[in-house]
């Protein structure tokens, strides 16, 4: 079992940054491939970024050149670095890890993106 608590959430105005962290209970990162999602209200949960063992990267079309995913095995936390923040990214985050028989997510994080 490995539980998966992300923070870092909140309001930001238009262009902002945030920087949410996904702490995980025990170190996994070498054998899971690790990602955030979000999900805005009334529509489905999405793949925001990807980070694989071996570190290999992976981001949605929407987020690239603004989202950064990054990890410190030593903290076995997981990062995901928010700049040039849009309304449109006004969504729950959450984090997850995949193995190749079994997915755990965290609880989530709130990130509302207004002025």
Same mark, same amino acid.
């Given at each position: 079992? /490995?539980?998966?608590?992300?923070? @870092?959430?909140?309001?930001?105005?238009?262009?902002? *940054?945030?920087?949410?962290?996904?702490?995980?209970?025990?170190? $996994?990162?070498?054998?899971?491939?690790?990602?955030?999602?979000?999900?805005?209200?009334?529509?489905?949960?999405?793949?925001?970024?990807? $980070?694989? @063992?071996?570190?290999?990267?992976?981001?949605?079309? *929407?987020?690239?050149?603004? !989202?950064?995913?990054?990890?410190?095995?030593?903290?076995?936390?997981?990062?995901?670095?928010?700049?040039?923040?849009?309304?449109?990214?006004?969504? /729950?985050?959450?984090?997850?890890?995949?193995?190749?028989?079994?997915? !755990?997510?965290?609880?989530?994080?709130?990130?509302?993106?207004?002025?």
């Amino acid at each position: 079992q /490995v539980q998966l608590v992300e923070s @870092g959430g909140g309001l930001v105005q238009p262009g902002g *940054s945030l920087r949410l962290s996904c702490a995980a209970s025990r170190n $996994i990162f070498n054998s899971y491939t690790m990602g955030w999602y979000r999900q805005a209200p009334d529509k489905q949960r999405e793949l925001v970024a990807s $980070i694989t @063992g071996g570190g290999r990267l992976n981001y949605a079309d *929407s987020v690239k050149g603004r !989202f950064t995913i990054y990890r410190d095995n030593a903290k076995n936390t997981m990062y995901l670095q928010m700049n040039s923040l849009k309304p449109e990214d006004t969504a /729950v985050y959450y984090c997850n890890a995949v193995s190749t028989i079994v997915i !755990f997510w965290g609880q989530g994080t709130q990130v509302t993106v207004s002025s």
